[in-house]
């Protein structure tokens, strides 16, 4: 279920935090707009903004992978789906470089497809009388295609005590297209105070789960009652009631 509700000052902190962050990844030799990447049946190509602050030249190379998880962990493999041109540039200081990507395959019928575009800075030879450790940036960013039908994200919560100090949150994804939980609290029912808080930022795919271990009070016992879960995310918030389970 998703709507707004009422936020705590300790939740309107963690807010304030992420609208600060501009939409922008910045390294040491280069920043990117925008941050994410969505595609769909309607717009299948998109630009992406490679900008050089620096006082050298950058130069980076493309790489395009297929993003899947199994069992809470994310994997990657190389991927011709997705063609990103150009596949290596270089970007003088000052200047900016326009990489388009786009998609070679349908979209998927009724799901989300996801990827990840990855920027590597290729290491440029040392300065004469440098001395210390050169670091190559590397920057991987979220891509999505969306479905030829409309998807939507549709998380299943769930807790679980594991022990006196840890509870095991646990969101299943059961719809079409992923779902990303930026930050979460917990807080038995009848009562004002979260017993944990959570702050990520957990990218949930179609047909996957994540867990979470979160501390808390020793004296604590929760498992049979209600526990209040309160998550926001890039589809909405969510408020919800959980019975706490016990292992």
Same mark, same amino acid.
């Not at 920043?31 to 299948?44: A, F, G, M, N, W």
């Not at 807080?187 to 047909?207: K, S």
């Given at each position: 279920?998703?709507?707004?509700?009422?936020?705590?000052?300790?939740?309107?902190?963690?807010?304030?935090?992420?609208?600060?962050?501009?939409?922008?990844?910045?390294?040491?030799?280069?920043?990117?707009?925008?941050?994410?990447?969505?595609?769909?049946?309607?717009?299948?190509?998109?630009?992406?903004?490679?900008?050089?602050?620096?006082?050298?030249?950058?130069?980076?190379?493309?790489?395009?992978?297929?993003?899947?998880?199994?069992?809470?962990?994310?994997?990657?493999?190389?991927?011709?789906?997705?063609?990103?041109?150009?596949?290596?540039?270089?970007?003088?200081?000052?200047?900016?470089?326009?990489?388009?990507?786009?998609?070679?395959?349908?979209?998927?019928?009724?799901?989300?497809?996801?990827?990840?575009?990855?920027?590597?800075?290729?290491?440029?030879?040392?300065?004469?009388?440098?001395?210390?450790?050169?670091?190559?940036?590397?920057?991987?960013?979220?891509?999505?295609?969306?479905?030829?039908?409309?998807?939507?994200?549709?998380?299943?919560?769930? +807790? =679980? *005590?594991?022990?006196?100090?840890? @509870?095991?949150?646990? /969101?299943?994804?059961?719809?079409?297209?992923?779902?990303? %939980? $930026?930050?979460?609290?917990?807080?038995?029912?009848?009562?004002?105070?979260?017993?944990? +808080? =959570? *702050?990520?930022?957990?990218?949930? @795919?179609?047909?996957? /789960?994540?867990?979470?271990?979160?501390?808390?009070?020793? %004296? $604590?016992?929760?498992?049979?009652?209600?526990?209040?879960?309160?998550?926001?995310?890039?589809?909405?918030?969510?408020?919800?009631?959980?019975?706490?389970?016990?292992?």
């Amino acid at each position: 279920m998703a709507n707004n509700f009422w936020r705590p000052a300790w939740l309107t902190s963690l807010i304030l935090i992420a609208v600060i962050v501009p939409a922008t990844v910045k390294g040491a030799g280069f920043q990117v707009s925008p941050i994410r990447v969505t595609l769909s049946p309607e717009d299948k190509s998109s630009a992406l903004t490679v900008r050089n602050d620096g006082d050298r030249p950058v130069i980076v190379q493309v790489q395009t992978v297929e993003w899947t998880q199994s069992d809470g962990r994310d994997s990657y493999k190389p991927t011709e789906d997705i063609l990103a041109t150009p596949p290596i540039f270089t970007v003088q200081p000052g200047k900016v470089q326009i990489l388009r990507v786009g998609l070679r395959r349908a979209p998927d019928e009724v799901k989300e497809l996801s990827y990840r575009i990855y920027l590597q800075e290729v290491p440029s030879t040392a300065q004469p009388g440098f001395q210390g450790l050169q670091v190559a940036l590397r920057l991987g960013l979220p891509m999505f295609v969306q479905a030829q039908q409309h998807a939507s994200a549709a998380l299943k919560w769930s +807790v =679980e *005590q594991i022990d006196r100090e840890r @509870l095991k949150v646990r /969101a299943m994804n059961e719809g079409m297209a992923h779902m990303q %939980v $930026t930050d979460f609290a917990l807080t038995p029912v009848g009562e004002d105070r979260p017993i944990a +808080v =959570e *702050q990520v930022a957990t990218y949930v @795919l179609p047909g996957q /789960a994540h867990e979470w271990l979160l501390p808390i009070d020793p %004296v $604590t016992k929760l498992s049979g009652r209600k526990i209040r879960l309160k998550a926001y995310t890039d589809a909405g918030n969510a408020d919800v009631e959980v019975v706490v389970e016990k292992k």
